[in-house]
């Protein structure tokens, strides 16, 4: 059995396909024959996303915010069932503890936590997922560690990672499959757009990582293993992809 030739004509559900991670997935899924719906804010960058790959499978795209319930409510009713899904969308924070409050609290669980969470059970509620169907979440390493400045970040994915877990459990008579990533640092908007850290301490940090950061790829093969009929016995497990980061610390 080979990888490539798991996706040809089933149909995924990508949220964050227009950067970073979820755009490597759609392109590496699409790429094999695979038939996708792409999720992001920015139209133009699924756009992009798209025209990347090379395949005749439908491509669809849609645009809005996770965290707005009638387009949660729109994209769940028009979508056609899925096979997949990788939740992939997400946002960071750095707050010190004494700095927090419940706006911040708010914001980032309303789309790391809530947005995943009400996505999956509309899905559901419409059987929009078939059975036997795989659905992989991007949590993070920083849910296990004890990075200053990261609680709300690392709270909300160990709250989606234990929220995914239950799911394994509740999904299972259907063969519906629910597994988590944890990558350490990959260089993408996510680790760019914020600016606190320099790149002086960048290169501190990633000699904390005895095989340095990774690539968007090194995460996509995790999550393109775990879409296929490869890894049809495991559900509920987590898999830290981190170059060896967690080993050192
Ligand atoms: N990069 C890392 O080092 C790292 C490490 C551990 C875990 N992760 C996790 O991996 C996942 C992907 O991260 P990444 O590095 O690929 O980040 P990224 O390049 O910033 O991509 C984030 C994606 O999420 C989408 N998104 C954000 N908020 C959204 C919202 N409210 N509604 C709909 N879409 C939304 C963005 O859409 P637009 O581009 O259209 O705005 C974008 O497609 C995240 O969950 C992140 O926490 C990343």
Redesign the pocket.
């Known amino acids: 059995m080979y990888l490539s030739d798991q996706f040809t004509n089933k149909h995924f559900l990508i ?9 490597q997935t759609a392109w590496d899924l699409g790429n094999t024959g695979a038939w996708l719906t792409l ?4 139209l133009g ?2 756009e992009e996303t798209k025209k990347q790959i090379g395949t005749t499978n439908p491509l669809h795209v849609i ?5 707005d319930p009638n387009f949660l409510d729109e994209l769940t009713s028009s979508i056609e069932p899925i096979d997949g899904l990788v939740l ?5 924070d750095y707050t010190p503890a004494k700095m927090i409050n419940s706006q911040k609290i708010r914001k980032i669980f309303e ?2 936590f809530d ?1 995943n969470v009400l996505l999956i059970q509309a899905l559901l509620k419409k059987k929009k997922i078939k059975d036997g169907a795989s659905i992989v979440v ?5 849910s296990k560690l004890g990075v200053a400045g990261t609680g709300l970040y690392a709270a909300s ?1 160990a709250a989606i990672t234990a929220y995914a877990k239950v799911l394994a459990t509740e999904l299972s008579g259907k063969k519906i499959r629910v597994n988590i990533i ?5 260089k ?4 760019d ?1 914020q600016g606190i850290v320099d790149q002086e301490n960048m290169k501190k940090i990633e000699l904390s990582y005895p095989l340095g950061f990774g690539s ?1 790829g090194d995460v996509s093969n995790q999550i393109l293993y775990l879409l296929s009929d490869l890894s049809t016995w495991v559900t509920g497990s987590e898999f830290i992809i981190d170059g060896g980061h967690t080993i050192t610390r």
């Open positions: 949220t964050g396909a227009s950067s970073g991670i979820g755009q999720l992001g804010r920015d960058k699924l645009s809005g915010e996770l965290q992939s969308a997400g946002i960071i789309i790391n947005a991007i949590s993070s390493i920083s994915k944890h990558p350490g640092i990959v993408t908007n996510l680790i757009d968007t």
